[in-house]
Structures are given as structure tokens and as C-alpha cells.
């Protein structure tokens, strides 16, 4: 059963414009999430996070939007850039620090 | 800061035989370390969390007398892959925290079994 879903294997994006990757999960419990982007070979590089009592957090062009109701979350990259391209992860976890549950991945690629 | 390394990077056995993996936080001791596996173009998959000094907590489906951990310090954390088989090959990969914060992520092992 997977708790924690993203349905877009791939994404690909002009360079300057928006990249918005998205993130389902099913289970309520889940009290923090988290993305990460990774390269193949390689571990996760921790990008941002946001605790269920906010809707959003930003951090420099990353954006991260919590809607609880519908139990979806977005990371919203703006400007993107090549080397944004890259397989990104969102995950959940019960508590911060706690152990994650990662969905499937979305690979993005930026073009020049 | 915070950085996590594993050991080796690339593995290669025989089936039938061990292989172990070393997790080592680098500039930070690690109260609690998490072991992953991923398959190509899939999720990361916990296997186990590990405490150190305790026993560790295996996920659901994960057979703990296969993939030993052991926990030795606040810096090192090891995983055993037992009696290898062609379908415990995989990418393995740890984490580590020093305190209620996100998990830092060691490089990954790439285990080939023969």
C-alpha cells in the first residue's frame, strides 16, 4: 500500500519558467513532510520541509505548499535551471526526525 | 556539516556469500540511523532504524536474520546482507540524524550479487 504517491514519473520544463511537482499521500497521521532531489548513484540531498500545522514554507526559489485537506503537497521551483534536473522525492514521516516514507519519485529536467 | 558516508561504494559477491555495508557519520553523532533500499527507477524502501546500543527495528517484510544491523556507536552503523542471493541486489543507502531534525543521507552502496 503506498501511503505516499507522486503520479508523474517525469516532468520536464523550459529553463526560467515553473516547475511544480506534486505529491499525494493517504495517510492523516503523517505530522511532517519533506522533499529531496537526488542524482542516480547517489543519496538524497534534503531540499525543504514543512510541519502539518503550516501551508507553505519557502526557501530561495523553493516553495514548499501543504494543502492537509487534501492531503497533497507541491514543490514549486521558480526560476527552474538545468541544474535542477535532477530525480526528486517527497516524503512523510509521524514526527519530525522520525522514520520517512518516500513516494515514488518525479524525474524533472530543465531545458537550456 | 552533517555528513554521512558509507563503504564501500560498490560491491560485487557471489551468491551464498555476506557482504557488509558501513554507515559512518562524519562530524556528528548519530542517536538514531536508517537503513534503505531502492530497486531501479523506484521508491527508497526503509529496511530497518537502529538505535545506538539497542536492537534494531526492522519494517514489516524485512527478514532481520538476512540483513544484520548492528549499531556499534553514535558513528557507525553496519548492514549485513547474509547467504546473498541475485535478488538482494539493489542500492542500499543510510541515514542518520543527531537530533529531531531531517535525515542526512550517506551516498548509497550498489550491491551486484552473482
Known amino acids: 500500500d503506498q501511503q505516499v504517491k507522486q503520479n508523474s514519473p517525469s516532468l520536464s520544463v523550459q529553463e526560467g519558467r515553473i516547475s511544480i511537482l506534486n505529491c499525494d499521500y493517504t495517510?492523516?497521521?503523517?505530522?511532517?513532510f519533506l522533499w529531496y532531489k537526488k542524482y542516480p548513484a547517489e543519496g538524497p540531498t534534503f531540499l525543504i520541509s514543512?510541519?502539518?500545522?503550516?501551508d507553505k514554507n519557502e526557501d530561495g526559489r523553493f516553495t514548499v505548499f501543504l494543502n492537509k485537506s487534501a492531503k497533497h503537497l507541491s514543490l514549486h521551483i521558480v526560476p527552474s535551471q538545468p541544474g535542477d534536473s535532477a530525480v526528486y522525492f517527497c516524503?512523510?514521516?509521524?514526527?519530525?526526525?522520525?522514520?520517512?516514507?518516500f513516494g515514488q519519485g518525479t524525474e524533472l529536467s530543465v531545458k537550456p | 556539516g552533517a555528513v554521512v558516508s558509507q563503504h564501500p561504494s560498490r560491491v560485487i559477491c557471489k551468491s551464498g556469500t555476506s557482504v557488509k555495508i558501513e554507515c559512518r557519520s562524519l562530524?556528528?553523532?548519530?542517536?538514531?540511523m536508517f537503513w534503505y533500499r531502492q530497486f531501479p527507477k523506484q521508491s527508497l524502501m526503509l529496511m530497518a532504524t537502529?538505535?545506538?546500543?539497542?536492537?534494531?527495528?526492522?519494517e514489516q517484510g524485512v527478514e532481520k536474520d538476512k540483513f544484520l544491523i548492528n549499531h556499534a556507536s553514535l558513528t557507525l552503523s553496519t548492514l549485513t546482507v547474509t547467504s546473498a542471493h541475485p535478488e538482494d541486489s539493489s542500492f542500499y543507502i543510510c541515514?542518520?540524524?543527531?537530533?529531531?531534525?531531517?535525515?542526512?543521507f550517506g551516498p548509497g552502496t550498489r550491491l551486484t550479487v552473482t
Open positions: 541515514s542518520a540524524t543527531y537530533r529531531v531534525d531531517e535525515q542526512y
Open positions: 495517510n492523516s497521521m503523517f505530522d511532517y
Open positions: 514543512i510541519s502539518s500545522i503550516k
Open positions: 516524503a512523510a514521516s509521524y514526527t519530525q526526525g522520525g522514520k520517512l516514507i
Open positions: 562530524d556528528f553523532q548519530a542517536t538514531t
Open positions: 537502529s538505535n545506538e546500543g539497542s536492537k534494531a527495528t526492522y
